[in-house]
């Protein structure tokens, strides 16, 4: 999950995609659930219900992708995107 986090930073907002600039990303990979995550919520309004998670659970990890921004036009790239860094490939995915 460290290596997804990293690289939907760089990805998605350092690089100031534009599709993913009216959101914000939170980690959440310490957890003690055993399911680290990353959230992306709405930046005007952080407190809000998460529109993207993805987690990780068991071992060997099994990645999961849900909430509204998979159902936007921006889903399939984030899919592909999550599951290319989960592989290992770092490259950041052309946006939609």
């Not at 036009?73 to 989960?86: C, E, K, T």
Request: charged share 20%.
């Amino acid at each position: 999950m460290e290596r997804i986090a990293i690289a939907a930073q760089k990805c998605w907002f350092a690089s100031r995609d534009a599709a993913f600039k009216p959101y914000r990303m939170a980690n959440e990979l310490n957890s003690y659930s055993g399911r680290p995550r990353i959230l992306l919520v709405p930046a005007r309004n952080p407190e809000s219900r998460p529109l993207l998670v993805v987690h990780a659970e068991g071992t060997p990890a099994r990645l999961e992708a849900f909430g509204p921004l998979m159902e936007s036009p921006q889903g399939s790239r984030i899919a592909a995107d999550i599951r290319n860094w989960a592989h290992g490939n770092n490259a950041c995915g052309k946006a939609a």
